[in-house]
């Protein structure tokens, strides 16, 4: 009698272009171009150019056409949450994730057993996407970004609320904001203006396309305004928000004094934040926390997790020792990215 | 805790001091007493506190965590207090146990609380406390305990914010200082205007002493040389020597630092009352010694007797500020110069001299003393008006100092950093280094670091460079290609070993970009070692 975890595990693998769902013969986020592929967001760790067929929501499929354009895929075959889709001997339907907009949890169903591949996803109330959905499964594949009890995200109300006290302290500056332009930027807008803040934000152009399509997908950003536009004085006390890298970037010599600001999981940690160079630091994440990912794996009552991309070693160590089955599993082509 | 903890957030951040000074006004403006009063003294290391080892620490969170997982986490963040602050689990309270306080606890209970506390209660205070705080406030908790703020606040940066707090000159903050005692509530109240200025007679204070501003060879040739007094400026630390006719004795570095424990050969010395202002310095029979022999007796809260007989401390004296209780420092320079002289006179004074004031007939003539400045191991020349008072700070005009002629060399930019503030997007911190002959071939070794001497313009030229010519990355740091040879000025070199190059230099400042040069004719580390002993 074969274990039911060794079960599914014959029909979705490891491959070297990421995990294989053979018995359905597609791949979800592949790290290269395939034939087949279900995509679980828009992030370019997951959501790699070039594939024959992509499934995804249709929020996704729009995020990944508005980035690569002809390049996201020959054909984009949206699926809407929660509806099932018959793909060879599989069921296949997609699971709100609450990482970004468009994330989903992948839930595979076959003979008899439920797979389900979180892809990234967080717990929290997010303003700008649909809040995850916990489905019960046999086999629970599970991110561990922030795979270590060090890492406890803050409410983000709190980390907002250090922004604009910053902002007040120091007026003659321009708080400069590193967001990754898909998800991040707009979770600190949506979050800013949940905290009564309803003064224009600017944005570098790397973030403009998104922020569009965010708000043509039924999110309301208010006032955002091109950095491009502006004068150096009249940025001072401003909020702008641009890609990570531009406060070290020649671009930035067009802010007044600028105060960089991070916002991601990792600033919890002082010295990745300085690092960084940031003189604010926000724990402000698009990932389950460690109390996420440990409530979360207990509370699908899988009888196997695995692990995947981050501590791998740690979350399956807190697994093993809560008496669940736990193993890593090594994905390739993942990295460390704006979490 | 709470401010408490997001001040000592903010400043780890805040590399500016500018930033740091508003971070430390607002704490003071928007906090009671005496919860100031003890970050106050926490910050600039007058907090006495019943700490805590690391050790414990560790035994308390080993109560709590799985040894693996805190193994790996503490190998993750790197620092103990942070592990620890993050890791914490709250809201396990052991059954049984007391509930936790609903007051949250202020900076000034936690410290008055282990004051009173014997050493075996406090394991349980930092748990109870621990359980109660969030995670900044558990760091700032743990860094206060175990004894290591580290935020990079200087007591005088400090002493700074206080000024500007209260509206009062940073002399007046320094002229109580070292009267009061934490938790300053007498202080505080004078700087929001609710009661009279502390008072400090009877202790031995700082006085915030004079400074000079540097003069150049062009901006001499506008002053008079008649009104202006000569003195040598002495390759040691500056000092203020306090003595009080009740046996008090101090002596303070020039930013107000009690360096006395680290002297108690000059205290032992200062059998008179009054307040002396001189140069400290390590006597080799009647020579003064190069810096670098006063060194290892800097930064001491003990000093050994080998120490002590090896390198003996001594005082040369430049002026007087106190004779017993009489004020001097209204007098003209000339008539303190006077009184220091007959003072002098009165007894002989062990390990104090009198710094000589130098005779010239002009400029000129002082130019030329100048010019044998380096060879006779000082530093320069002080120039004051004969009619100046001693005034605290750096005012423009009496007083000048005319350094000796800057060593140069010719280096090779190696490495560049970026820089904090303004210069956040430009590679401002340059690391530069000399040929050196190693297994047969020329290779570069660091010899320095500078990040100033050169213009907005060349720094953005530079900025460029370094970009295009990137051939590693390490963080915020560059390696360049060998391609830019930059002059370094810099006053004096010296073995150490902090180096790869066994040398250090002193004050090295970018003089010149030599375009021009090739980078295989920059200079070699012999050249720089033999700068040792000109």
């Known amino acids: 009698m074969t274990s039911v975890p060794a079960t599914v595990a014959s029909w979705l693998k490891v491959t070297e272009s990421g995990l294989y769902c053979a018995a359905g013969d597609f791949y979800i986020d592949p790290s290269r171009a395939v034939p087949r592929a279900v995509v679980t967001h828009g992030h370019g760790d997951h959501a790699r150019p070039g594939h024959q067929a992509v499934l995804a929501t249709a929020e996704t499929c729009a995020i990944m056409t508005a980035r690569m354009g002809t390049g996201a895929g020959d054909s984009m075959q949206p699926l809407a949450l929660g509806e099932t889709l018959r793909i060879g001997n599989v069921s296949l339907r997609l699971a709100p994730a609450g990482h970004v907009l468009g994330s989903a949890q992948v839930v595979i169903e076959h003979g008899g057993h439920r797979a389900v591949i979180s892809g990234d996803y967080k717990r929290r109330a997010d303003p700008t996407c649909t809040p995850f959905e916990l489905v019960q499964c046999d086999v629970f594949i599970t991110e561990a970004t922030f795979g270590l009890p060090v890492f406890r995200h803050p409410p983000a109300a709190l980390e907002i609320e250090r922004l604009l006290a910053s902002v007040e302290r120091f007026p003659e500056r321009c708080h400069l904001v590193g967001t990754y332009a898909l998800g991040k930027a707009q979770r600190v807008v949506a979050l800013l203006r949940a905290a009564g803040y309803d003064e224009p934000l600017y944005i570098h152009g790397a973030l403009a396309k998104l922020c569009a399509l965010y708000e043509r997908l039924g999110v309301a950003l208010g006032p955002l305004l091109p950095v491009a536009d502006m004068t150096k004085e009249a940025l001072a006390g401003r909020i702008v928000l641009a890609p990570p890298s531009a406060a070290n970037d020649r671009w930035a010599r067009r802010l007044p004094e600028p105060l960089p600001v991070g916002a991601s999981g990792w600033m919890g940690v002082r010295a990745r934040a300085r690092q960084r160079g940031v003189e604010l630091a926000l724990v402000l994440s698009d990932h389950a926390d460690w109390d996420e990912l440990t409530q979360t794996i207990s509370e699908v009552e899988a009888a196997e997790v695995w692990v995947t991309h981050g501590r791998e070693d740690a979350l399956v160590h807190f697994a093993t020792g809560a008496g669940l089955a736990a193993r890593a599993l090594s994905l390739a082509g993942r990295e460390e990215e704006g979490a | ?96 146990a007391v509930p936790a306080a609903a007051a949250p606890t202020t900076l000034g209970t936690v410290v008055e609380t282990l004051n009173d506390a014997g050493r075996s209660e406090v394991p349980g205070l930092t748990r109870r406390w621990l359980d109660q705080m969030d995670a900044t406030q558990r760091w700032a908790l743990l860094k206060l305990i175990t004894g290591g703020l580290r935020v990079g606040v200087s007591a005088g940066l400090a002493k700074t914010a206080l000024a500007t707090f209260g509206g009062v000159k940073a002399a007046e903050i320094e002229e109580v200082w070292h009267g009061i005692s934490p938790p300053y509530g007498a202080l505080f109240s004078w700087l929001e205007g609710h009661g009279a200025r502390p008072d400090v007679s009877g202790t031995a204070v700082f006085r915030s002493p004079m400074l000079a501003n540097p003069v150049t060879d062009a901006e001499l040739a506008t002053l008079d040389a008649g009104n202006y007094r000569a003195e040598w400026k002495w390759d040691g630390i500056r000092v203020q020597l306090v003595a009080l006719a009740d046996g008090q004795r101090r002596v303070f570095s020039r930013s107000g630092d009690d360096i006395s424990p680290a002297f108690p050969d000059i205290v032992e010395a200062m059998t008179f009352s009054g307040v002396l202002d001189g140069e400290l ?50 007098l003209p320079f000339d008539a303190r110069r006077a009184r220091l002289e007959a003072w002098f006179a009165r007894a002989a004074r062990p390990r104090l001299d009198l710094s000589p004031l130098i005779g010239f007939t002009g400029w000129e003539a002082l130019a030329d003393l100048r010019g044998q400045a380096r060879q006779a191991g000082i530093e320069g020349l002080m120039l004051k008006r004969a009619d100046s008072a001693y005034v605290s700070g750096r005012p423009k005009g009496p007083w000048f100092k005319w350094k000796r002629d800057p060593l140069l060399i010719d280096a090779v930019l190696m490495y560049a950093q970026r820089g904090h503030g303004k210069r956040s997007s430009f590679y401002s911190d340059y690391t530069f280094g000399c040929w050196r002959r190693d297994r047969g071939d020329d290779v570069l070794v660091p010899v320095g670091k500078a990040y100033f001497g050169f213009t907005d313009d060349e720094l953005a030229t530079l900025d460029r460079w370094v970009r295009n010519n990137t051939i590693n990355r390490f963080g915020p740091v560059r390696e360049v290609t060998p391609g830019v040879v930059l002059e370094v000025a810099f006053d004096s070199v010296h073995e150490s070993t902090r180096h790869k190059s066994g040398l250090a230099m002193r004050f090295p400042r970018i003089s010149r970009i030599r375009w021009d040069k090739p980078v295989d004719e920059a200079d070699r580390v012999e050249t720089l070692a033999q700068l040792m002993r000109v």
């Open chain 2, 1 to 96: 805790m709470k401010g408490f903890a997001e001040l000592l957030d903010g400043l780890a951040f805040q590399p500016a001091r500018n930033g740091k000074l508003r971070l430390l006004e607002d704490y003071f403006a928007a906090t009671p007493d005496p919860d100031r009063g003890y970050a106050l003294a926490a910050l600039t290391g007058n907090l006495s506190l019943r700490t805590a080892k690391p050790k414990l620490i560790r035994a308390l969170v080993d109560e709590r965590v799985d040894p693996v997982l805190f193994g790996w986490s503490y190998d993750f963040v790197g620092d103990l207090a942070e592990t620890v602050a993050l890791i914490w689990p709250v809201g396990e309270t052991p059954a049984g």
């Open chain 2, 281 to 330: 310095v390590v006597m080799d029979d009647d020579q003064i010694a190069p810096f670098d022999r006063l060194q290892p007796r800097l930064g001491r809260r003990q000093v050994s007797p080998a120490m002590l007989r090896d390198r003996p401390a001594h005082v040369r004296l430049y002026d007087i500020l106190f004779d017993g209780e009489e004020d001097l420092r209204p």
